[in-house]
């Protein structure tokens, strides 16, 4: 089938909505115009989101809107383009909530017919929805609840009698209103929109699952000139994700802590050779892999197949365990044994629970300990290096059970519980929780982490890469940057901040920015949508997307008082790669938000929503 909308390419123009408390099921247009500004994935998503929450909506109740956004390119040929997003308020920070997720659902849905899926309302009983194309059904999943996730993958697939279809679902942690419960794809070959609590939300729904499965044709609007991008830009990668093609994410862990930049006990040690030697891709290869996977129209194909087969830790043969949850996992744990992570990481998978945020909350936790701050919980000794203890914390906080039950609520809520100046090593913003990247070896991500919309996030900005090496000229930066200096990091956050936007919008794997380039980026775009937007348009294009996200915070109460960094970001190390680096913040802000167009206090400026085209959206809100 082709794509019916006439003038539309890339896109249906349509959504598909879904009211689980009165089971309304309608298909909604949406208009082209809200494309061009917008352009999809989460980028449409913010709209939806902003127009249909408010002030007072509760993350967990009915009228949260829970978003699966595809992009324009999702479902074409284009490369690395098999991703989707998953938007909603968050549970854990109580602002905007986004992630993303690889694999192949985004890109069945997208075949089906559909730009995305947006979920509102509450079922009474646990339910699924099966999307077969335009046909679409609420079905029971009271047979489901309670099972993990690679047993609904499963179950659902046994039950429709078709492998061709791709499972999106939560686990148990997300039943139970875990708030860093994640949403799980692809079933053993696990991808994961992980972070923000967006699993809890579809428990509060009781969404066990949706299922899709299409067959439908999206069209480009100039497919040779497709081709042709897409041949350029698969020859680079091949090249520049070498590493990742051989070894997964977990290839850097000796690399990354060279530098300073993996977090280690808790974020208070800045050295762990030896431990980092014990965890890597290079260890995985050697000894428990046995394959590859990737993402559809992915050539890197960093997806890890590995296999425990004897014992304590024997499992399933199923996804291997990522970069961020060897960070989060073992190095902030000081746990080195490959085999124990590896566990840790399936256990998360299989309850649907976010791996850096878990990570971070039971090392806080141990710190915590540590410091005589949880005496009624010593029933068992919490300490560092015993992935006994950590297994066990992962049952209960997925369960809500013992001392799970405080950390079920993320480090910021946990600190809040106790106290005592807690607050001081639970490393997080805004309630998200760091991930494995440490901004005292790259001082940019500590304003990255202090002014991300979803809170810490590093890849909402990636402009450590910078620091690292990468050289972006289209946005002004032609040459490495120092990753220790404070120079023009306002401005660089600022640029790579939209320009991530438009890869969050797109749906495009930010490993295409590995060398391949924002000309050939936006030419894969144009080449699909026919919009032929320049380079200048594009990145304001992406700047339009993160200022309405950051409009959705204003609303929820954050200025520049909550675009801070917990105070062990702000304590040197006395060893590592980045022995004596802090990242002072308040520099680097006054630039960002001069190069933004906000006010001191970190308000968009009213002309510059003007600018933009959000001036009725920033009504009452913008300054100016």
């Known amino acids: 089938m082709e794509q019916s909308h006439t003038d539309m390419y890339g896109n249906w123009g349509k959504i598909l909505r879904i009211n689980l408390t009165n089971s309304e099921v309608r298909e909604q247009t949406v208009p082209a115009e809200q494309y061009r500004k917008f352009i999809g994935g989460s980028g449409l998503a913010s709209k939806i989101l ?16 829970l978003t699966f956004m595809a992009g324009p390119l999702t479902g074409t040929t284009a490369p690395l383009s098999g991703r989707h997003a998953v938007a909603a308020l968050s549970p854990l920070t109580d602002v905007w909530g986004e992630a993303d997720s690889g694999g192949s659902w985004g890109h069945f849905l997208k075949k089906a017919g559909w730009d995305g899926i947006a979920v509102s309302g509450c079922a009474k009983k646990p339910v699924y929805i099966y999307v077969d194309n335009s046909n679409v059904s609420i079905q029971s ?9 690679f047993e609904t993958d499963a179950a659902l697939k046994e039950e429709l009698g ?12 997300g039943e139970n209103l875990v708030r860093f419960a994640n949403v ?14 967006l699993g809890a939300v579809r428990g509060s729904k009781k969404l066990k699952a949706i299922v899709v499965k299409g067959d ?8 040779e000139r497709l081709r042709n991008v897409s041949k350029v830009l698969a020859g680079i990668l091949k090249e520049t994700t070498k590493n990742y093609q051989d070894y997964g994410t977990s290839n850097q862990v000796e690399a990354v802590e060279y530098l300073g930049d993996l977090p280690i006990k808790n974020w208070i040690k800045g050295s762990w050779k030896e431990g980092a030697a014990k965890v890597n891709g290079m260890r995985m290869a050697e000894t428990i892999l046995t394959g ?22 024997r499992s399933i043969e199923c996804g291997g365990v990522e970069y961020e949850s060897i960070g989060s996992l073992g190095s902030m744990l000081l746990i080195d044994d490959l085999n124990a992570v590896q566990h840790m990481n399936e256990v998360c998978n299989r309850y649907g629970m976010d791996t850096i945020s878990a990570g971070s909350v039971i090392a806080f936790a141990v710190e915590a300990a540590e410091r005589g701050m949880l005496p009624k919980y010593l029933e068992y000794v919490l300490d560092w290096n015993r992935p006994d203890v950590v297994i066990r914390l992962l049952h209960e906080i997925a369960q809500q059970k013992g001392l799970g039950e405080l950390l079920a609520g993320g480090s910021r809520r946990a600190a809040e519980h106790i106290g005592q100046g807690s607050i001081d090593f639970a490393v997080q913003c805004k309630g998200l929780d760091f991930p494995a990247h440490d901004p005292r070896a790259l001082v940019s991500l500590g304003l990255g982490y202090a002014t991300s919309n979803r809170g810490a996030c590093h890849v909402a900005n990636l402009s450590h890469v910078v620091e690292k090496g990468l050289t972006v000229p289209e946005i002004g930066f032609p040459e490495k940057l120092d990753r220790f200096s404070h120079e023009r990091k306002g401005v660089l956050v600022a640029r790579m901040q939209n320009l991530m936007a438009l890869f969050d ?4 794997c930010k490993f295409t920015i590995i060398g391949g380039g924002v000309t050939n ?27 309405l996200k950051r409009l959705f915070n204003v609303r929820r109460g954050v200025d520049r008082s909550r675009d801070v960094l917990p105070k062990r970001a702000l304590e040197a190390t006395e060893e590592g790669g980045a022995e004596g680096s802090v990242p002072q913040l308040d520099i680097m802000l006054d630039e960002y938000y001069e190069e933004r167009g906000w006010t001191p206090n970190g308000i968009p400026r009213k002309d510059t929503l003007d600018r933009l085209g959000l001036g009725a959206e920033g009504n009452g809100i913008a300054v100016g």
């Open 50 to 65: 902003f127009d249909e929450t408010d002030a007072n909506t509760d993350p967990l109740g009915p009228e949260n809107v």
């Open 141 to 149: 999943a009271e047979h489901l609840w309670g099972k993990d996730t």
């Open 216 to 223: 439908q044709r999206v069209t480009a609007y100039d497919t």
């Open 521 to 547: 980026i936006l030419e894969l775009f144009n080449s699909v949508t026919g919009y032929e937007m320049s380079i200048e348009q594009f990145v304001e294009t992406g700047e339009r997307i993160y200022n």
């Open 162 to 173: 078709d492998e061709n279809t791709c499972v999106s679902c939560i686990g148990q942690a």
């Open 292 to 313: 590859r996977y990737g993402c559809k129209n992915c050539l890197v194909r960093c997806g890890r197949v590995v296999h425990i087969k004897e014992g304590p830790y």
């Open 184 to 197: 799980l794809n692809d079933g053993i070959h696990a991808r994961v929109a992980g972070r923000c609590g």
């Open 505 to 508: 919008a797109m749906k495009l």
